[in-house]
């Protein structure tokens, strides 16, 4: 019978109707009529009707259904029904719904699902939150919104997220976040993600920051990004990566570069 519902009724069933509802009877609602479900009848749904919803029934949950789940519904969903939410909805989700979901439901989030977070979405995620991304999920961030991150969230990431950033989402990031890497974020920095640094956003790194460099970042310099580097940012080098570089490099020092060198 329940299969058997029209839209209709399925839009006029009452919380009451819902909460009487036996797991077998909720898998078995078309998809259709779960997406005219009102909010709140999702919302009286106990933890145990919610997880026996199919991944196809999460699927055709409607935007405004998604938008509307709040904190408890969210959290009772398993990972699979978390993964199976349609990827444009999930940038439908409030930010408090997305700092609350538990940590094996956020790595949960498929990639595709993770390039759908919107700007605003990934501007208020919560440190804790960030931290919880796997490295695949940190690499799928869309490039263009990895500049939206602020310094705080950047340094939240540890070392195996910071390299876990692709060559192009580096690309993208400001001189400002740049400037407010500390000595360990640079550090973890792969050589690949400091050999794409314009001349320009390497020279924002702090001396703390270049004091961090190691032999190994600096002699996958090239001579170009070498002889772009202020003399500020190569006299801040400590003396052993100063020693590390190849004679190709210090061919490529410009006067003024060399004479700072300590």
Request: net charge negative; aromatic share 0%; no cysteine.
């Amino acid at each position: 019978q329940i299969v058997a519902l029209t839209t209709d009724q399925a839009a006029n069933l009452t919380t009451r109707t819902v909460k009487a509802l036996t797991t077998s009877q909720i898998a078995v609602l078309e998809a259709a009529d779960l997406a005219v479900l009102t909010s709140e009848n999702i919302a009286v749904m106990s933890s145990v009707q919610l997880q026996a919803l199919t991944t196809t029934q999460i699927a055709g949950l409607s935007s405004q259904q998604v938008f509307d789940l709040n904190s408890t519904t969210l959290q009772a969903l398993t990972t699979r029904q978390i993964a199976a939410i349609e990827t444009r909805d999930i940038a439908e989700l409030s930010t408090v719904s997305l700092s609350n979901l538990l940590s094996t439901q956020l790595q949960a989030l498929t990639t595709a699902q993770i390039a759908g977070l919107s700007s605003q979405q990934l501007v208020d995620l919560g440190t804790s939150t960030l931290k919880n991304l796997t490295t695949l999920q940190i690499a799928s961030i869309e490039t263009t919104d990895v500049s939206v991150l602020s310094t705080v969230q950047l340094l939240a990431l540890n070392s195996i997220q910071m390299r876990a950033l692709t060559t192009a989402q580096m690309v993208q990031l400001t001189s400002d976040q740049l400037a407010g890497l500390n000595s360990a974020a640079v550090a973890a920095l792969t050589t690949q993600q400091l050999s794409v640094l314009s001349a320009a956003n390497r020279n924002n790194l702090d001396v703390s920051s270049m004091l961090a460099l190691t032999s190994v970042q600096v002699t996958s310099l090239t001579t170009s990004q070498i002889a772009a580097l202020s003399t500020t940012a190569l006299a801040a080098l400590n003396t052993n990566t100063v020693g590390s570089l190849t004679t190709a490099q210090i061919v490529a020092l410009t006067t003024d570069q060399a004479a700072n060198l300590t």
